[in-house]
């Protein structure tokens, strides 16, 4: 990689293509998201190697959750087995772990052994590695609309953002959607008013650390002018 490169902050990355990916080789569905779960866990490596300090995974959408029983079921089994192994490690190596959405849109045992998961994490870090998942941003928008009615006493920007799944965190810099659609797909709506946005054709677990990079460097090169001139 160059040097000098501008780095994000905080980078989001929605992980399209996973299935096409199983697809292409005749394989299962589920064969493509194990592939695009050991991807995930390599790109946060070397997102934190980067010097990144926030990196969203967008890994189950509330309207995914209307997919076929088996491919949920399929994404279940996966977070049951690897979720904490996966936690023990990314926190063995210095990060911190959030999760963003609705753990309560999934079946208790699913979420249980998220809960679980995040007791293991420490609070902050240098790096932290947020999952989006049973996430929805207009779920998200709704809710902190409900909280602040709730509260009384108006909305200001700042405080609408702290009613967010996300309070805390800053913006996302950069959105990468992999898997060659070229939409938002109901992610981080309200975060990403100013994110830079870069697409792939590239698959989720065809999205290599290489790949990771080039979209790195092509942020690096964008002039960022949020509505100045
Ligand atoms: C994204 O891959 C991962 C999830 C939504 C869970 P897809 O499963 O959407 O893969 P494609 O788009 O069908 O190839
Ligand atoms: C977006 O992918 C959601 C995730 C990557 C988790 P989808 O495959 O669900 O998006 P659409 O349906 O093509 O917009
Ligand atoms: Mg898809």
């Not at 992980?15 to 990916?21: A, H, K």
């Not at 991807?39 to 995974?57: D, H, N, P, S």
């Not at 810099?173 to 109901?186: A, H, K």
């Amino acid at each position: 990689m160059e040097d000098n490169l501008k780095i994000p902050e905080h980078v989001g990355i929605i992980m399209d293509g996973n299935g096409r990916w199983a697809s292409k080789r005749l394989l299962p569905r589920s064969a493509g998201h194990r592939a695009g779960m050991k991807r995930m866990v390599a790109l946060a490596e070397r997102a934190k190697e980067l010097g990144i300090r926030y990196l969203t995974v967008y890994a189950l959408s509330t309207e995914n959750l209307s997919r076929p029983q088996e491919e949920l079921d399929g994404l279940y089994d996966l977070i049951k087995k690897y979720f904490t192994s996966n936690v023990r490690k990314l926190v063995k190596g210095g990060a911190a772990l959030k999760v963003i959405g609705d753990l309560s849109l999934l079946p208790d045992d699913v979420s249980a052994v998220i809960r679980n998961g995040l007791k293991r994490s420490p609070d902050s870090a240098e790096f932290t590695f947020i999952i989006a998942i049973g996430y929805g941003a207009r779920s998200e928008i709704v809710h902190a609309a409900n909280d602040a009615a709730a509260l009384g006493g108006g909305v200001t920007e700042e405080r609408f953002s702290s009613l967010l799944y996300t309070a805390g965190i800053p913006d996302p810099d950069l959105i990468i959607r992999t898997g060659g659609e070229v939409r938002l797909s109901n992610f981080l709506l309200w975060q990403a008013a100013y994110a830079e946005l870069y697409f792939t054709d590239a698959l989720f677990p065809e999205f290599t650390d290489k790949k990771f990079e080039k979209a790195i460097s092509e942020y690096s090169s964008r002039v960022r002018r949020f509505g100045k001139v």
